[in-house]
């Protein structure tokens, strides 16, 4: 598939035709199901007429039915754009097709969308990560150019490594959450994935500014990221050695063969460890449901989507939510509701909060003495489906990556290498806040010497 | 014996042009969800912007009620499902609200006060309106998100006739800031009474009862008196624990009593969390200096008035109550009218002729013409009783006072020679008469008065007819 940046190049004719082949090979490829389009047997999404993009289905695009993978959002279609598409558009980018995902965000093997399973394209008996596990696939069977994700807890970087593909999860407050579904508001920042560290950087310049829709949004201007790439820049790695320890023994392996390229690159390599990792498991669990519970309350059958048969008010609402809802959403609800109730909210919910300000504490000495931290995405690489069946299990999944949320910071994903079993592995880098610039650099530098 | 206690919650619309988390307007009275966008409906995605106007606005209010304005306060989000409320959640504001403590002072006709203590006074979004017909519910989200101050009294007050003056009080101070329309109709001014008794003596709070639907002065009294009546009655015959439960009631307009409304809310369980799509509302050291800057509140108007302008404290009271009066009052000062004057012809003479729900505001007359009109008197150009004619005629016809004079004929005679000329006349015709009146019969000095004044069809200056008639009379 041809590069975004490569896409740039072409002209109106050139993109026409990018379009309509990209459509063939969407359509012969239907059994990956990375697009919602393709489970469906829909013609793809269309908006614009600029270089196609997948959206994930919890970004707003005007017209489109838009339903993070949720059957209570059937029938919707969103009136407006997300300030992410409107952004692409104004740079000739335009959202092409609906990329999969768990239901609401909440998952991490796109197992849980009301739509069906996306199959990892390297094994189709195994997951493609989730909650972006759509548009993951998507640009690893090479059906996409490029797409965008949304991280709230390693949604965007988990399934970028069970892929094979980049994925870039900016700052906190660094892209516009106007038109992202929410999740956890706290959390939640919407990235690119895409086949190469250079397009992830393209991509996310396109998406990234301060905008008055969105409160949380930073009020800092942004500096282009992609036009100052430097692969050459000597960083100070911060490596989580507890972490990397903690893999099994193939991941562990790569991870430290990439250590040792990026040693030999002329890197400086430090060690550190970061608390026992469950904890950041509890923190995050408790922060995210509460939040999911306020925000998915708008999922109430009354204005929009799907409304259940019912003879009275509280009726309504039960058996809408009820029906409309899959398990793990309303087992998070569940949670959330009862973090927040009057006898708990301080045991969980300020509890969660004293130590979100720990972990962030924890990362910012770490980044005092780096420029970058190292670590790796996944303790696995990508399951079989139906392999983890207890949430919980499901939970360790994010235990590299959460953190990295409940502390704002930037992290990009990137491929270093495959398994015994041919399966993607992927390592993080996590940057200062607002340090985009040395996070591509730093990345681009690992590309770089592992293509060598 | 018991003594009642009583607390308020008082919503204030702030009168921003746009609601407080999106640019939609806060109009009043539109079709239905015209006034609507993608914040306010809760669609996916959406979030919410503070209207800073409305910060500003609550500034002022803490300002003018010695309160304490947090520089720092937070946006809560208040759970539960109506579906009135497009997110599932209100933002409200709790554990720091905007503006903290202050007082507020009530006035008795006796020149006695009393001061009654405001907890809080927190931010937050309205909900929209159910609208039910028979089988069906229609939701109007139109004042979904338009911006509410909810105004928290101490249980400071013991009688519903202290809870009205401290609403009055209340309600002035937001009209003379300008911060509210507080129209009750309108619902811009809304009220929630918590009421509880307790044996005099008592310094316990017992169990209080939440009041709402009150729309107006009228039925907030009948809704106290109502239920100070149930919950004394209870206790009386022993029911109180059985019949006096911490509860929400509404006021059944029609039939004058209070209902339970148990259903809504089994118990409160509203899971507050400080919002995320929010930041703190931190109040820059300028907008803060900006808007502790206020306008004169009702009490220092009416204390500068009776300095000022030597009007009676009732009078000035009277005339303070509403700030459109006192503004009107003003301006009849400014057009040059007599203080003293102008207050009587305003509250009596002018208010007097009022109908069908003229105000200040809406008045036919305004406070330029009433002032000239008063300057009329003053300066000797028509009688007191002539302007009543002239008021008379300016509230049904849109002219100038001085064309309504001429026009009336009412210009008042004080040229010596043509009263002079009628006297000299009535004299003449009236010999026998004015033989009485040298022997003795002073009385007779009236009649002479009241043939003058006739002869001039009431425009003779009186007081130069005196002068005159004395003069000739010898």
Request: aromatic residues 8%; hydrophobic residues 35%; glycine residues 8%.
């Amino acid at each position: 598939m041809i590069t975004l940046k490569e896409a740039l190049a072409l002209n109106k004719e050139e993109i026409v035709k990018l379009r309509s082949d990209l459509k063939t090979k969407i359509e012969e490829k239907k059994e990956i199901g990375a697009y919602i389009e393709q489970l469906q047997n829909k013609p793809i999404a269309e908006f614009g007429e600029g270089i196609p993009i997948a959206i994930k289905d919890n970004i707003q695009v005007n017209g489109w039915n838009v339903t993070s993978g949720s059957n209570i959002l059937q029938g919707y279609v969103a009136p407006y754009n997300a300030t992410v598409i409107d952004n692409m558009l104004s740079h000739g980018l335009a959202p092409f097709g609906r990329a999969n995902m768990d239901e609401f965000a909440m998952g991490s093997s796109t197992e849980s969308s009301f739509y069906g399973k996306t199959l990892n394209p390297h094994n189709t008996s195994c997951v493609p990560g989730g909650s972006s596990g759509g548009s993951a696939a998507a640009v690893a069977a090479g059906i996409a150019v490029a797409a965008l994700g949304s991280d709230t807890g390693g949604s965007i970087r988990q399934p970028a490594a069970f892929c094979g593909c980049v994925g870039m999860k900016p700052t906190y407050g660094k892209v516009s959450r106007y038109g992202l579904a929410s999740y956890s508001s706290s959390l939640d920042q919407i990235g690119p994935i895409t086949q190469n560290v250079e397009d992830a950087a393209i991509l996310y310049d396109i998406i990234a500014g301060h905008e008055v829709k969105d409160s949380t949004s930073a009020n800092i201007a942004h500096e282009k990221v992609s036009d100052k790439l430097d692969s050459q820049r000597k960083l100070t790695i911060a490596v989580i050695e507890n972490y990397v320890e903690e893999t099994d023994e193939e991941i562990k392996n790569t991870t430290k063969a990439a250590i040792k390229a990026l040693e030999d690159a002329g890197h400086k390599i430090v060690y550190k460890n970061l608390t026992n990792s469950k904890y950041d498991i509890a923190t995050y669990y408790v922060i995210a449901a509460a939040e999911a519970s306020a925000n998915f309350s708008r999922y109430d059958g009354v204005r929009y989507g799907n409304r259940a048969e019912s003879t009275n008010l509280k009726e309504m609402y039960n058996k809408t939510r009820s029906e409309g809802f899959g398990e793990e959403v309303k087992r998070r609800i569940l949670l959330g509701t009862f973090v927040l109730s009057s006898g708990y909210y301080d045991a969980y919910y300020i509890k969660a909060q004293k130590a979100r300000h720990f972990i962030k504490s924890q990362f910012e000495e770490i980044l005092n003495e780096a420029d970058l931290i190292f670590a790796p995405v996944t303790p696995t690489t990508a399951f079989e489906f139906g392999s983890k069946s207890d949430p919980l299990e499901m939970y360790l999944q994010d235990i590299y990556t959460i953190s990295v949320n409940l502390a704002g910071l930037p992290a990009i994903s990137l491929p270093i290498g495959f398994d015994s079993k041919n399966m993607p592995i992927g390592a993080q880098f996590i940057g200062h806040a607002y340090g985009e610039q040395a996070l591509f650099d730093g990345a681009l530098s690992l590309e770089k010497i592992l293509k060598k | 014996m018991f003594e009642v206690v009583i607390g308020l919650e008082v919503h204030a619309q702030l009168n921003t042009k746009t609601k407080i988390f999106c640019s939609c307007p806060t109009s009043f009275g539109d079709a239905p969800n015209t006034n609507v966008c993608t914040v306010c409906l809760g669609l996916p995605g959406a979030l919410p912007v503070l209207n800073i106007e409305t910060v500003k606005k609550s500034i002022a209010f803490g300002t003018a009620i010695g309160a304490t304005v947090h520089k720092k306060s937070i946006f809560n989000r208040k759970n539960y499902f109506y579906p009135d409320l497009p997110k599932g959640y209100q933002i409200s504001q709790f554990e720091i609200p905007i503006v903290e403590g202050g007082e507020v002072i009530i006035d008795f006709e006796d020149g006695t006060q009393k001061t009654i203590g405001v907890t809080r006074a927190h931010l937050e979004e309205d909900a929209g309106k159910n609208n039910h017909h028979g089988s069906v519910s229609h939701v109007d989200l139109n004042r979904a998100g338009t911006p509410l101050l909810e105004i928290v009294s101490e249980p400071d007050m013991r009688s519903a006739d202290e809870a009205i003056r401290y609403l009055k009080k209340l309600h002035s101070i937001v009209r003379y800031l300008d911060i509210s329309d507080a129209n009750m109709q309108e619902g811009s001014f809304r009220c929630d009474v918590n009421i509880s008794i307790r044996p005099k003596g008592e310094d316990k709070l017992y169990t209080r009862a939440e009041i709402k639907n009150l729309n107006s002065f009228k039925f907030i009294q009948k809704a106290i008196e109502y239920e100070v009546q149930r919950q004394c009655e209870a206790w009386e015959d022993g029911r109180y624990d059985e019949e006096v439960v911490q509860e929400t009631r509404l006021f059944d307009v029609d039939k004058g009593v209070t209902k339970s409304m148990r259903g809504k809310e089994d118990s409160a369980e509203y899971r507050y969390f400080p919002d995320p799509d929010l930041l703190p509302v931190v109040i820059p050291d300028e907008m803060m200096e900006e808007c502790i800057k206020i306008p004169e509140l009702p009490d220092e108007k009416k204390n500068r008035f009776v300095n000022e302008y030597g009007i009676k404290e009732y009078d000035a009271t009277v005339i303070t109550g509403l700030v459109e009066m006192a503004h009107f009052f003003e301006n009849m000062i400014k057009e040059g009218a007599d203080a003293k004057m102008s207050v009587t012809w305003l509250t009596v003479e002018l208010l007097g002729r009022f109908s069908g729900g003229m105000s200040a505001v809406t008045s036919p007359v305004n406070a330029q013409k009433l002032g000239t009109l008063v300057k009329r008197i003053k300066d000797g150009t028509i009688s007191g009783k002539a302007a009543k004619e002239v008021l008379d005629f300016l509230m049904e016809n849109d002219v100038s006072v001085d064309a309504t004079i001429e026009k009336l004929g009412l210009k008042q005679v004080s040229d010596d020679g043509a009263i002079l000329e009628m006297i000299d006349a009535i004299i003449a015709a009236n010999t026998d008469k004015v033989e009485q009146y040298k022997s003795g019969k002073d009385k007779l000095f009236g009649f002479f008065v009241g043939q003058t004044m006739k002869a001039s069809k009431g425009t003779a200056n009186p007081g130069k007819v005196n002068e005159l008639l004395k003069q000739r009379l010898g």
